[in-house]
T-cell receptor
């Protein structure tokens, strides 16, 4: 079945460092790909998405490119802030009926 | 425009009791999804419902768990005879429709503790 694999955490960075969180997927067909962020004690918020190959999703300085050839959707940010500390989930939508399938999440800790 | 509302935020039940978790989707949303998050794990899909219909329950345990989304009122996830292994955060999400790239909006979750 369809699945998502994320790099293990936690990822620990100093403020202003470059961030990469790896995500690869297995899917039949052409899923949409998402990154969600979860702050402590909260639900998930959509960070960015891409719906077809070579699309780049971006938001709040974060970017991810849908790479069909490598089945990847790695999350990047050029300069992280302490406020970016959270758990990041990669997900794909499994059509139909478009339920989201999540990776296990990667905890990011940013220190001043 | 209120987001997805889940209640209660925290629920404590003794083993053998019933747990009822409620989810009110965003206004205009007719699709509801339930997910379970175990400590330090990702979210596992449980069930997808539209008004009065269960569309996909492939992630629901076969016993003790049930879900409904009536014509009026919130969606309910019901867990009968809870056991310690049911302790988790349960998240509800809603969407306006389905289709490529449709965004699902999540509630803040209900944290169930079974003692």
């Amino acid at each position: 079945g369809n699945s998502v694999t994320q790099m293990e955490g936690p990822v620990t960075l100093s403020e202003e460092a470059f961030l990469t969180i790896n995500c690869t997927y297995t899917a039949t067909g052409y899923p949409s790909l998402f990154w969600y962020v979860q702050y402590p004690g909260e639900g998930l918020q959509l960070l960015l998405k891409a719906t077809k190959a070579d699309d780049k999703g971006s938001n709040k300085g974060f970017e991810a490119t849908y790479r069909k050839e490598t089945t990847s959707f790695h999350l990047e940010k050029g300069s992280v802030q302490v406020s970016d500390s959270a758990v990041y989930f990669c997900a794909l939508s499994d059509p139909p009926p478009d339920k989201l399938i999540f990776g296990t999440g990667t905890r990011l800790q940013v220190f001043p | 425009n209120a987001g997805v509302m889940q209640n209660p935020r925290h629920l404590v039940r003794r083993r053998g009791q019933e747990a009822r978790l409620r989810c009110s989707p965003m206004k205009g949303h007719s699709h509801v999804y339930w997910y379970r998050q175990l400590p330090e794990e990702g979210l596992k899909f449980m069930v997808y419902l539209q008004k009065e219909n269960i569309i996909d329950e492939s992630g629901m345990p076969k016993e003790r768990f049930s879900a409904e989304f009536p014509k009026e009122g919130p969606s309910i996830l019901r867990i009968q005879q809870v056991v310690r292994g049911d302790s988790a955060a349960y998240f509800c999400a809603s969407s306006r429709t389905t289709g490529t790239g449709i965004e699902a909006f999540f509630g803040q979750g209900t944290r169930l503790t079974v003692v």
